[in-house]
């Protein structure tokens, strides 16, 4: 069983920073891609903010490009999202997920709200 724990979701004003990291426990194949998706109020769906491949290959939606970084540590299984320069337009439930081959898992969610 996997389980995915994330932490670092808070309240900022618009310009500030906070960090997200999700740490994945459980069994872990080596090669996998760990991500987050973003809910954002009036949204129904989850949409892609940024994802890594074990190896360091990234990919980031156009909106948080040169303002975001996600990065990983392979040896405690651990991503993380440094976002910077936040706007209110980021807020919402943040969520880690780990994709293994066809196999999908998502954490439970973490709350960041922006305010102007």
């Known amino acids: 069983q996997v389980q995915l724990v994330e932490s670092g979701g808070g309240l900022v004003q618009a310009g500030g920073s906070l960090r997200l990291s999700c740490a994945a426990s459980g069994s872990i194949f080596s090669l996998n891609i760990m991500g987050w998706y973003r809910q954002t109020p009036g949204k129904q769906r989850r949409e892609l903010v940024a994802?890594?491949?074990?190896?360091?290959?990234?990919n980031y939606i156009d909106s948080v490009k040169g303002r975001f970084t996600i990065s990983r540590d392979n040896t405690k299984n651990t991503v993380y999202l440094q976002m910077n320069s936040l706007k209110p337009e980021d807020t919402g439930v943040y969520y880690c997920?780990?994709?293994?081959?066809?196999?999908?898992?998502w954490g439970q969610g973490t709350q960041v709200t922006v305010s102007a």
């Open positions: 997920r780990l994709r293994m081959y066809s196999t999908e898992y």
């Open positions: 994802d890594i491949t074990t190896g360091g290959t990234t």
